[in-house]
């Protein structure tokens, strides 16, 4: 199985922050990596497909990067909107699996 | 507007079985894969089955095979998680979420979830 790993685990920032969460697969997996985004109480949120391509409707502040194993989502200017947690997926194999998560908080 | 609402959820004890559904609507259920996904309370996500347009293909998580199964009915545009011999790990939300329209292994659009409690 490919194992998915997030950090950090928590961050805090402020808004107007500029932002990275990096995520590592144990081996390739290309460019098969989604990210999403989860609220407490929700369900998840598509931002990222194929490690870069922007889901419609997502603000451009969200970008993603990498290939290979090492991957990145970066958010340029946080909102208030955007402290939820934040989750890597990787579709390049079964099982599909996700990495821990990153919990962005406010400071 | 693509809409999944998942039901069937509940409180069971271990060894018991539940059967899960998925109504779809607003847009062509037929023609995409279509997955469960699993979050314990306060964990992260877990990936548990996805199966093909056409219900021939069926992959599980390890931890769920034999005990599972996914199945749908393109007539009626549903899909259904059966579980069994379940276990207090099983306990989760289950969402329902439909696969990317390329057939990527990506989820655009999720269910709202049912909650599966496993325990005496």
């Known amino acids: 199985d490919i194992q998915m790993t997030q950090s950090p685990s928590t961050l805090s920032a402020f808004v107007g922050d500029r932002v990275t969460i990096t995520c590592r697969a144990s081996q390739s997996i290309s460019s098969w990596l989604a990210w999403y985004q989860q609220k407490p109480g929700n369900a998840p949120y598509l931002l990222i497909y194929?490690?870069?391509s922007l889901e419609s409707g997502v603000p451009s502040r969200f970008s993603g990067s990498g290939s290979g194993t090492e991957f990145t989502l970066t958010i340029s200017s946080l909102q208030p909107d955007d402290f939820a947690t934040y989750y890597c997926?990787?579709?390049?194999?079964?099982?599909?699996?996700f990495g821990q998560g990153t919990r962005l908080e406010i400071k | 507007e693509v809409q999944l609402v998942e039901s069937g959820g509940g409180l069971v004890q271990p060894g018991g079985s539940l059967r899960l559904s998925c109504a779809a609507s607003g847009f062509t259920f037929s023609a995409h894969w279509m997955s469960w996904v699993r979050q314990a309370p306060g964990k992260g996500l877990e990936w548990v089955a996805n199966?093909?347009?056409?219900?021939?293909?069926?992959r599980y998580v390890d931890s769920v095979k034999g005990r599972f199964t996914i199945s749908r009915d393109n007539a009626e545009t549903s899909l259904y998680l059966q579980l069994s011999s379940l276990r207090a790990e099983d306990t989760a939300l289950y969402y329902c979420a439909r696969v990317a329209s390329d057939g990527s292994g990506y989820w655009g659009h999720w269910g709202q979830g049912t909650l599966v409690t496993v325990s005496s």
């Open positions: 997926q990787q579709y390049n194999s079964y099982p599909v699996t």
């Open positions: 199966i093909n347009q056409g219900g021939s293909e069926k």
């Open positions: 194929k490690a870069s």
